[in-house]
């Protein structure tokens, strides 16, 4: 049974069930959303009970908006909710509006008589609360019928806020911890009804899964784990993977993923790069190509058709910078054209065709946390250390044609498109946890429209966005889980999907393949390659389905063929535009989901059956023959009666 708390002066409504080890928390609002969660914390013990503390006891002076005791077969945990903000400061009473007072308005007989009065409302300010009276030594304690000098001399189990108090937890965060809590990546049984009356993802049931150890490369030794913040750490495309080396001479091993299996105990054949790599990607339009920016210079590297046989020692091109790299990004429209960011703090743009630098951005004041291209391939998004994100048009200017506040801390930061352009998605981090924020690409001076709390780690979350179903994938190095969101053009925005953890961290990133690698008769929406500690897995995202004979048009749309590239570089650097074609991944023998859907079968016979004159052997015998059909015909539960909230049109 759920058990819900509210608190009238917060908004806030926590929800827990007998049996559960979770707790809810949602914030309730008179406009839609109506209710959007603040926190969904995991319990070491199941919940026996749960109970509010008076307002008045609350701690003001550290932001505590409200307090809840959870009882366990053993002990009783106090569960904290807090405002982030700096303690020890003034009162503030945009937090805690006057609150009902605990001296009675009326006498039960008043009531009887037809009184009506309200209580006394109450500050919550530490110098105007009312003063409570102090307890005598001679009031009995209460304590599972102990008597008073058993319970003085008993250890209570209960913990004190000073001493095992819940972490805060801010009520506007989407995820929420607290003293004996952990996040937990799915909701509870319990508080499905709830986050039913939510808005949600048809993704929201995704299934992460890593696919048969016979895809996997094995005994893959000395991966380095000292890239810098702004590389993903490997890269990927849909022939082979590039993984960055801890040996001397920067190599990086190149593997073909059409040839799984243990790796030899020898050193195998790689890029002797020269210097350690900075930031390394595959051209989008040549499989064989790499491009690995290091210490001043971006070396071009051939990779030959097959795999490397031998190592590799000189580059096919070198273009020279000022300083160190950033990173690099292709563009995705125009061959040849890459752009870098560096430590002199310049954006620049390179014609690989004829090597040579083509134009330099400028307007950062410091490091160069990420850049993303737009859809259309028009614009240049940036986000920087400085605390700004920033849009450049390249062909018409050097400085940004907008800036906006970005990110308030400053230990890293990603940027992608997201909505066709509509919006920025910006991965950073606030003063304590990594954070989502969400821009509109028309107006960034007004700030973020969005922002979702992830959790708190040291390492940036990269993101990965599918445009065909507007999904997004993050993780981090050194991470065990997969943030999953489809990210929609209206409020909420963020809507938070099954997540995907596995049992040991990442070694590095993730890197999605191309949608061709999807195996579209088992919905899978998207593909990707992890590295573990001595192994590349192929991990493959998929959407519950039961009707997979049919082609589920709905999540897979036609796709754009972003691996071919529609003008070079210098026509886009002339004014040239230009869009990918798009196919269909549904193959030739898959029928469209939009096939007739077949005429539901009456379960019960008409009335008019059951009012004729029968005998009683006929009724003894169609009793007889409707208990064994119904036995005969019992079978395993379908898959969507596994899962509370889905809507039938999804199955």
């Not at 009902?100 to 037809?114: I, K, N, V, Y």
């Not at 019960?604 to 005998?615: R, W």
Request: charged share 25%; glycine share 6%; aromatic share 8%.
């Amino acid at each position: 049974t759920l058990m819900p708390l509210y608190d009238p002066d917060s908004g806030l409504l926590v929800v827990s069930g007998k049996g559960d080890r979770v707790m809810d928390c949602f914030e309730v609002t008179t406009s839609d959303p109506f209710l959007s969660q603040v926190s969904h914390c995991l319990s070491d013990a199941s919940t026996r009970g749960i109970a509010s503390v008076p307002k008045l006891a609350l701690d003001v002076g550290c932001c505590e908006v409200m307090r809840v005791m959870q009882l366990t077969e053993s002990f009783i945990i106090p569960v904290s909710y807090q405002v982030p903000r700096k303690a020890g400061q003034d009162f503030h009473a945009d937090l805690y509006p006057d609150t009902l007072g605990r001296t009675a308005a009326m006498s039960a007989d008043e009531w009887w008589q037809g009184g009506n009065k309200q209580l006394e409302r109450v500050s919550l300010h530490p110098d105007k609360r009312p003063k409570r009276k102090a307890v005598s030594d001679s009031a009995p304690v209460l304590r599972s019928g102990k008597s008073k000098e058993e319970a003085s001399t008993s250890s209570s189990p209960v913990s004190t806020p000073s001493s095992s108090a819940a972490p805060s937890r801010s009520p506007s965060s989407t995820s929420g911890l607290s003293s004996g809590f952990q996040p937990s990546p799915s909701p509870s049984q319990s508080s499905r009804a709830i986050q039913s009356m939510l808005p949600s993802s048809k993704f929201r049931h995704i299934q992460g899964s890593v696919l048969h150890r016979d895809t996997h490369i094995t005994n893959l030794r000395g991966m380095s784990l000292t890239t810098p913040g702004e590389c993903d750490g490997f890269c990927a495309n849909g022939k082979r993977v590039a993984v960055p080396l801890a040996t001397a001479g920067g190599q990086i091993a190149v593997l073909e993923l059409s040839q799984p299996g243990k790796l030899p105990d020898t050193a195998l054949p790689s890029i002797q790069n020269s210097v350690n790599v900075a930031d390394l990607c595959w051209d989008p339009f040549d499989p064989q190509k790499l491009v690995v920016g290091d210490d001043a210079k971006i070396r071009v590297w051939k990779v030959p058709e097959g795999g490397l046989v031998e190592t590799l020692t000189d580059p096919e091109s070198v273009l020279q910078h000022t300083e160190k790299i950033y990173s690099i990004k292709f563009h995705p429209h125009a061959s040849g054209l890459l752009v870098s960011s560096s430590y002199d703090m310049t954006v620049r743009l390179w014609n690989l065709d004829t090597g040579d630098e083509v134009k330099k951005l400028s307007g950062h004041q410091d490091q160069i946390f990420g850049m993303a291209w737009s859809p259309d391939g028009k614009l240049l998004a940036t986000v920087c250390k400085d605390g700004k994100v920033r849009l450049y048009d390249p062909r018409s200017s050097t400085e940004p044609i907008q800036e906006g506040p970005g990110p308030e801390g400053h230990r890293g930061g990603r940027v992608i498109w997201v909505c066709d352009g509509q919006y920025l998605l910006v991965s950073g981090f606030d003063r304590s946890e990594r954070q989502l924020y969400l821009y509109s690409s028309k107006s960034l001076a007004s700030g973020a429209l969005a922002n979702a709390a992830a959790d708190v780690s040291p390492s940036t979350l990269i993101p990965f966005y599918d445009p065909d179903t507007s999904v997004v994938f993050l993780t981090g190095k050194g991470d065990t889980r997969v943030y999953i969101y489809e990210i929609i053009s209206e409020s909420p925005y963020f809507m938070e999907c099954s997540s995907f953890s596995s049992s040991e961290p990442h070694k590095q990133g993730l890197s999605v393949l191309p949608k061709v690698e999807c195996d579209v008769r088992d919905v899978e929406i998207a593909r990707a390659i992890r590295l573990g500690k001595t192994t590349i897995e192929p991990v493959a995202f998929k959407v519950p389905r039961v009707r997979k004979e049919f082609f589920q048009d709905d999540v897979f749309p036609e796709t754009a063929v972003w691996w071919e590239s529609v003008l070079t570089a210098k026509a886009w650097l002339s004014g040239s535009n230009g869009q990918h074609r798009k196919i269909s991944l549904r193959p030739k023998d898959m029928t469209p989901s939009e096939a007739p859907k077949e005429a539901p079968v009456r379960k019960y016979l008409p009335s008019s059956v059951y009012l004729e004159e029968k005998s009683d052997e006929q009724k003894k015998e169609e009793l007889l023959s409707a208990m064994v059909a119904k036995l005969g015909n019992r079978e395993d539960p379908l898959p969507q009666e596994l899962y509370e909230g889905v809507d039938d049109e999804e199955w």
